[in-house]
Structure formats: structure tokens, C-alpha cells
């Protein structure tokens, strides 16, 4: 058996184009690179939202209330998606006096600031009501309602009594 060995003499030459691409095949390369970017995007929008969505990972939801009160009472006036109440925390800020509830659950209530489940669904649902406490008295009020698993504000009205 012969092993044939390279022979000394000229080294080899690396390759080398003796002219650049032409303009139209540059584009054609850029197009089909922008092509590539666009489908990893495009695919990246459907799929991901999906696995999300079946990975178990939670989101917050956007809760819109009633921007004016009446009778005490804050009314929730929409819920983008229904969550469970104790997945909420709700507090409302008067500047001299701050309440808190730690997890909504129906007529829970901490220091007269008060939480009710009108449809007893124990989900946040469009109107709920926050029972503003007569003690409060006059000012201006901010009452916040924030999503447990990483403390975002998904829910804010600010007024005047």
C-alpha cells in the first residue's frame, strides 16, 4: 500500500476570487439573509406566545375601573382576562394613611378599605367593588391593585373626595 505524501515545493494557495459578486447577486444574498431574519421573526411570533401559553408561565391581566366613584365604592369596570381573587393585592393611598389588602378574597377587608366579590365567582371580575372607608375622610385617594407574582400595577384610579 502506498501513502502518497505531499510533495515539498510550492505551498498551496488559499482561494481567492479574482472579482467580486456582481450587484445583482450582492442583492439577491442580502434579500434572501433579510428573508431568513423575517421568517425567524414571523415564527417566533406565533410559536412563542404558545409556549408560554402551555408552559404554565402566568401573566397579569389589565383591570380597568370606574373612574369615578360613587358612594364610597370603587367599581371594577372591566378585566382583560378573569384570574383567581388571591392572585391580586389591592391598596389605596390617601397621602396620610395607606391600606392594604393583601390577597382579595371576598369581604376581605383591613381597617374598613374593604374587597366584594359581587358575583361570588372568587375570579376579579367586572363589578367587583372596593369599599372605601368613611374614616378616610377628604383628600386625594390612589388605589392600586397589583398582580401577586411580580408586584405589577394592573389596576390604578386616581380621584378627589
Known amino acids: ?6 510533495t515539498k515545493g510550492s505551498p498551496e494557495k488559499p482561494f481567492r476570487r479574482n472579482q467580486p459578486p456582481s450587484s445583482h447577486a450582492t442583492k439577491a444574498m442580502v ?3 433579510l428573508g431568513a431574519v423575517l421568517l425567524g421573526v414571523i415564527l417566533g ?17 389589565k383591570v380597568d375601573l370606574d373612574p369615578k366613584p360613587e358612594a364610597g365604592a370603587v367599581r371594577v369596570k372591566a378585566v382583560e ?6 392572585k391580586f393585592n389591592a391598596t389605596l393611598e390617601n ?3 395607606t391600606w392594604m389588602i393583601d390577597s382579595l378574597a ?3 377587608s383591613f381597617d374598613g378599605f374593604r374587597f366584594v366579590d359581587r358575583d361570588q365567582t372568587d375570579s376579579l371580575t367586572k363589578g367587583d367593588e372596593f369599599i372605601i ?5 377628604r ?12 408586584s405589577s400595577v394592573v389596576g390604578y384610579q386616581n380621584w378627589t373626595q
Open 95 to 97: 397621602g396620610t394613611h
Open 45 to 61: 411570533l406565533l410559536f412563542v406566545p404558545r409556549f408560554l401559553h402551555y408552559s404554565g408561565v402566568e401573566f397579569a391581566t
Open 1 to 6: 500500500m502506498r501513502v502518497f505524501q505531499k
Open 31 to 33: 434579500l434572501v439573509g
Open 133 to 137: 372607608p368613611p374614616s378616610a375622610g
Open 106 to 108: 371576598d369581604n376581605r
Open 81 to 86: 382576562v378573569e384570574k383567581p381573587l388571591v
Open 139 to 150: 383628600g386625594h385617594y390612589l388605589l392600586r391593585i397589583r398582580w401577586k407574582a411580580d
